[in-house]
């Protein structure tokens, strides 16, 4: 079957133009369309952002039925993390720290996605939804609490898996980990010229290859591309990956 999934940094809902609107994001979404949503600084109840739970509001919008929200940040009021929006069940969820030391709380949150084929039959993808460091020996750690994590080490290579979301990872040195060491494939890494990860950073003039999708366990990819949009040019500080697979 097939599955579209987008990453997205979605900056709180506030523009490049320091406008929160939240409609902006929705409309980008709509656009795509699709069945898994991977979207990073979420609020919820912030001030900033009107009070509102971000995720239910964009879920509603777009009528996706099932939520995922993992809370990393707490602010004076109100708070924000990750977020997985589904059109397929959630069976299961947990938001795993991956704070180091006394650096700013960052999260991954994995969810245990049951997809139902046009045909009625089922498949269960695993997907973790990452926000990580913006040093890069903090990655590092940050991508072994991750692998150490129950969810994780649980996986056998052979069932479908991605791991997708702002990676802040400038320099692909994380490619490598999880390339060569876990047996995962890129997503987001052209196969060819110099200039291979697909940059989404900054939104109106990208440079840097910061979000991305990584996925294995007999899992096709079929394309990979950035929101071309010129809505996304304002509406955040990052553009949203939009990328689709065959799972088996």
Sequence with gaps: MRIRVLTYNIHRAIGMDR???????????AYYGPDVALLQEVDEGAPRS??????REIAGALRFPYVAVGHNVALRKGRYGNATLSRHPILRERNIDLTIGRRKPRGCQHTAIELHGPTGGRHLLDVFNLHLGLSAREREHQVGVLVRSSEFAALPPGIPCLVGGDFNDWMSRLQPIFTEALAFRSATERQRGADRAIATYPAFFPRGALDRIYYRGGIRLLSARRCRLRLSRVASDHLPIVVDFEVP
């Design 50 to 55: 009107r009070e509102l739970d971000l995720a």
């Design 19 to 29: 406008r929160f609107q939240p409609e902006r994001i929705v409309g980008i979404l």
